[in-house]
């Protein structure tokens, strides 16, 4: 068994929309509209290589890559991720409200 790449988790920053979803409120991330699981991970993968920079990289292939956009993303600071919450994105479904706050990242992280 390999060792893990850091010995805490990485802590950021992001922001969610508020929506109903099965009859309860649920996080929804902003820029691909998945819906976090309550109280359990959320496993990055890739959205069908919808959004990757580099075309011979397969569609599918295990997040995050350097060379796509895939991923689960935070920011560093607090500052950096108030801009998410501005209202510019499409809201997803029936969006209640922003939720903002604090992740742990562990496992294979990309810092861009």
Known sequence: MA????AAPILGWRGWFVVEAGGALRLCSIVYHTLWPPRQELVAS???GEHRL???LPAGHSAPEADCR?????CESAAAA???LNGS???ARQTLG????????WGKAVEA
């Open 98 to 105: 922003f939720v903002f706050g604090r992740v742990s990242l």
């Open 46 to 48: 890739c959205r069908s």
């Open 3 to 6: 060792a893990p790449d850091y």
């Open 54 to 56: 580099k075309l011979e």
């Open 89 to 91: 994105r499409t809201p």
């Open 70 to 74: 895939c991923g689960i993303y935070a």
């Open 82 to 84: 108030t801009p998410f």
